[in-house]
């Protein structure tokens, strides 16, 4: 289920140089740095005398590793600390120490903001620490704000249960809860986000909240797909959760020359699609490559998806460039993906620990929603844009994943993530690899040459920084709302970013 990981690599050579999931961290505290606690001319001892975690400073030499992100184009930014939290307590202290001392701060959870927010010249509150997962014997979980998804997927399977969310197992459950959380199971059991039961959330005033729909609500919408980092630290999310069965994975390749054909059976097929069924087209763009991979997943036998996999691939009237493969799998296998086969230690990232196994990349991203089937010549440009990538020696892809089903079927005010009406979502990226040209632009452009047939809505968990009118594309009409909750909790903008909710006047 890990798709740019799995996907990826199984498009060749080129690709593994793109395979990118990284994050998680290392908790150890570091030993004092020689220069003693200052670090951009602030003493940082009166915080790190209070601190059940530990403080990384320039001067440690876990420094270097523990300020990274995921991606590898944030590497220039260096914080004055990473505070790794080790209780909430831990991050009631460091947010009371950075509005004292006038300091940019941000929260890390598995640090793959594509914008590279969850970092900062100022201070990292690393909650990665924070990764327990617990039963609570009504249906939900309780999942400390710091752990990835390897770390819930892992200590929910041995619960016997399950939540829809993301692909990436390095991908942290902070941010993706808080963006919404769209994922292989979302179109039976609704995005993450809609299985959120409460979250405990720190605001910068100190307080400690539990939000639901009766404690906080308006806070409680807010962090619903309004995007991580914007309202306070969360430390822990209670999320309804369902009974794991296995997955039956359908996937095959086929010509690049057949792309309108297939790309018009796969935008058909939700029409008729049970909500268990979840489908998705990979296309990685680079010179001589030349195929595109459709993968569906489907909560169910091989029995049962047969028939409709066979539908499919018979209403594309192509011939796959490869035979098609359809295979019923655990759900283990499935959710922890290219992480499979080893630890939850394994499924990290290198730089951040000895036993780390993924890579880190260099992307940008950009993303569109269509709520139509994509018409033709919608279509041909896709085909024009991919042609003039890859003959410029570029390298980039295409992610089209199906929307509706029980996402679907949720108010776009019910919550502050609005793409309720899309058909399917895409994701843009370019990618910075050595020998080939890289322009960060070109994700960006693609909204462009898209926006006839799009709906003009972005995922926020996409970021994109060179989206000019993100309030709108992010949020649609819920923004007002967001405004009005930023202005309750943190009127000051403390949390602070690029695209962050600006407080309501
Ligand atoms: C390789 C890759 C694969 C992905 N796959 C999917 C996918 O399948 N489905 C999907 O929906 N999305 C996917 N995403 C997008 C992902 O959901 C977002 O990038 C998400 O914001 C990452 O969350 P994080 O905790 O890993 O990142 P971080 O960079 O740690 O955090 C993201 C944002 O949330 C804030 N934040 C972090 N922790 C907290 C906290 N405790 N309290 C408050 N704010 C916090 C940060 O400050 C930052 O603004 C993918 C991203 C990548 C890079």
Redesign the pocket.
């Known amino acids: 289920m890990?798709?740019?990981?799995f996907l990826r690599a199984g498009g060749g050579g080129l690709a593994a140089l793109l395979a990118?999931?990284?994050?998680g961290s290392s908790t150890a505290s570091p030993p004092s740095p020689p220069g003693g606690l200052v670090s951009g001319g602030i003493d940082f001892g009166p915080l790190a005398s209070r601190l059940q975690g530990s403080l990384v400073l320039p001067s440690n030499a876990a420094y270097d590793s523990v300020r990274l992100?995921?991606?590898t184009l944030y590497d220039g930014i260096k914080p004055a600390a990473v505070v790794r939290c080790g209780s909430v307590a831990d991050i009631q202290a460091a947010l009371a120490f950075v509005q004292q001392k006038g300091l940019a701060v941000?929260?890390?959870?598995?640090?793959?903001?594509?914008?590279?927010?969850?970092?900062t010249t100022g201070v990292v509150?690393n909650?990665t620490a924070?990764n327990s997962v617990t039963a609570n014997g009504d249906g939900t979980a309780t999942i400390g704000?710091?752990a990835?998804l390897a770390e819930v997927y892992s200590g929910l399977i041995a619960l016997g249960v399950c939540i829809p969310?993301?692909?990436?197992p390095?991908?942290?459950?902070?941010?993706?809860t808080?963006?919404?959380?769209?994922?292989v199971l979302d179109r039976k059991f609704g995005?993450?986000c809609d299985n959120l039961v409460s979250a405990d959330?720190v605001t910068v005033d100190g307080q400690l909240r539990t939000c639901s729909e009766t404690s906080e609500p308006d806070l409680f919408w807010a962090?619903r797909g309004g995007?991580?980092?914007?309202?306070?630290?969360?430390?822990a999310f209670t999320i309804r959760t369902h009974p794991t069965q296995d997955i039956t994975v359908a996937q095959t390749t086929f010509l690049t020359r057949d792309f309108a054909a297939v790309f018009n059976a796969w935008q058909a097929w939700p029409r008729s699609l049970p909500d268990d069924i979840w489908a998705q087209i990979y296309v990685g763009i680079w010179q001589g490559n030349g195929m595109f991979t459709v993968t569906a997943y489907c909560l169910g036998s091989a029995a049962y998806m047969t028939p409709w996999w066979n539908a499919f691939l018979a209403s594309t009237g192509a011939t796959p460039a490869s035979s098609p493969t359809l295979v019923q799998q655990s759900y283990h296998d499935v959710a922890l993906g290219s992480c499979a086969a080893g630890s939850v230690a394994q499924c990290s990232l290198q730089a951040y620990s000895s036993t780390g196994t993924i890579q880190r990349?260099a992307?940008v991203?950009s993303s569109d929603y269509f709520s139509q089937p994509l018409a033709d010549a919608g279509i041909q440009a896709l085909i024009d844009a991919a042609t003039a990538l890859a003959q410029a020696n570029g390298v980039g892809s295409y992610i089209f994943d199906h929307m509706g089903g029980a996402l679907g079927r949720v108010a776009s005010d019910a919550t502050a993530f609005p793409h309720r009406d899309a058909l399917f979502s895409v994701e843009y990226a370019s990618a910075d690899v050595t020998g080939h040209p890289y322009d960060p632009g070109w994700a960006n452009g693609m909204r462009a040459a898209m926006s006839a047939w799009s709906t003009g809505g972005a995922?926020?968990?996409?970021?994109d920084p060179l989206l000019a009118n993100w309030q709108s594309a992010y949020y649609g009409a819920n923004y007002a709302r967001l405004q009005q909750v930023k202005k309750a909790v943190d009127p000051n903008r403390v949390?602070s970013?690029p695209q962050?909710i600006v407080p309501a006047s």
């Open positions: 890990d798709r740019r990981h990118g999931c990284g994050g992100l995921a991606n941000t929260a890390r959870c598995g640090g793959h903001s594509w914008a590279g927010y969850s970092t509150l909650v924070l704000a710091g990835r969310s993301g692909s990436c390095t991908v942290g459950i902070s941010g993706i808080m963006g919404g959380g769209i994922g995005l993450t959330i962090i995007g991580g980092g914007n309202f306070g630290i969360a430390t990349y992307e991203l995922y926020v968990n996409y970021l949390l970013m962050g």
